[in-house]
């Protein structure tokens, strides 16, 4: 019983890991930009190239093999698929494919975690 | 309750194997005529066998052309309706009127089979404003995935400054709308 809660807080706080910001586990330099948001139609999926920009024009990102994710989303009837190998070669951009699978139109804002440094 | 726990006491060792057989055999079958009725619904449902799209469904205008832009920065320039044969694809361009020369955005309306993927460079961000810029175009390749003719209506936006924003569309498709079909649940 105690373990099963204990696995039901885990999920929990891995949903809700998409809403954090996402510079929780990155140094001081980084900054949460958040983007513009988007409408999505019911059951539709649309692709996005985003930048992070002024000072802090450094993504850093893709996602590591450790799941620290360099990118938040606010709502919860999207999936966000980042393509990583459409962002080589430009350091400020977030490649992802976007699903609304809920059935209505629904808005989403994506959050950038960006740093003032070039990636080593 | 009694009379029921009492019938099951006063049957015999064979005849209760043979109710467990019974109750087993119904439970496969179930299963069996479920797992059947699954596999054929799309088919059953849509007549169009196993074909996923919902080629009747329509993909709205959302309006992302012009995003984080105010209304006088950016004006929306749109197509005809313009149809894509089956399995066909082809390219769709628009270009920038001479007052609002710059490519922002872009966004369509199009059929769920009808996928649409940016086939134009980016606009070069942050370039500095000069005077008589040229008239961009932007370009996307419309696939259309189905036996069913499709259509597509384009829109671009167009703005009076360089394309400064921190988003751009890469490209649009659809949940086809037959993956599912028990329910009746597609948006419209």
């Known amino acids: 019983m105690r373990s099963a809660a204990v696995a039901g807080l885990l999920l929990l706080a891995a949903a809700a890991r998409s809403e ?10 980084c ?10 139609s019911g059951w539709q999926t649309q692709g996005w190239a985003y930048y992070c920009t002024g000072d802090h024009p450094y993504y850093l990102g893709p996602e590591e093999t450790d799941g620290q994710r360099s990118f938040s989303f606010d709502n919860s009837c999207f999936t966000v698929l980042e393509n990583g190998g459409a962002e080589e070669g430009n350091a400020s951009k977030f490649d992802a494919l976007i699903t609304n699978w809920c059935l209505n139109h629904q808005q989403l804002t994506v959050t950038l975690a960006c740093s003032s440094q070039p990636p080593p | 309750m009694t009379s029921t726990a009492s019938r099951t006491r006063a049957r015999s060792p064979r005849a209760q194997v043979c109710d467990r057989l019974g109750s087993t ?7 069996l005529l479920l797992t059947a009725l699954l596999a054929s619904a799309p088919a059953v449902a849509n007549g169009f066998g196993d074909d996923l799209f919902e080629t009747k469904r329509k993909m709205p205008h959302t309006n992302n052309e012009c995003v984080g832009l105010k209304k006088h920065e950016c004006r929306t320039i749109h197509s005809d309706e313009i149809g894509i044969g089956r399995r066909k694809s082809e390219q769709i361009s628009l270009t920038c009127p001479r007052g609002f020369p710059h490519v922002v955005g872009w966004d369509a309306e199009h059929n769920e089979h009808v996928s649409l993927v940016l086939a134009s460079d980016l606009p070069a961000r942050d370039v500095r404003a000069r005077a008589n810029p040229p008239r961009e175009t932007l370009s996307v390749r419309a696939h259309n995935r189905a036996d069913a003719r499709g259509v597509v209506v384009l829109y671009v936006g167009c703005s009076n400054q360089p394309f400064a924003g921190s988003a751009f569309p890469q490209s649009r498709d659809a949940v086809p709308g037959n993956h599912i079909k028990l329910f009746g649940g597609l948006p419209r």
Do not use: K, N
């Not at chain 1, 900054?31 to 999505?40: E, F």
């Open chain 1, 31 to 40: 900054q949460a930009q958040v983007m513009t948001p988007i409408g999505y």
């Open chain 2, 25 to 31: 055999a119904a439970v496969l079958s179930i299963s």
């Open chain 1, 20 to 29: 954090a910001t996402p510079c929780a586990g990155f140094g001081a330099d």
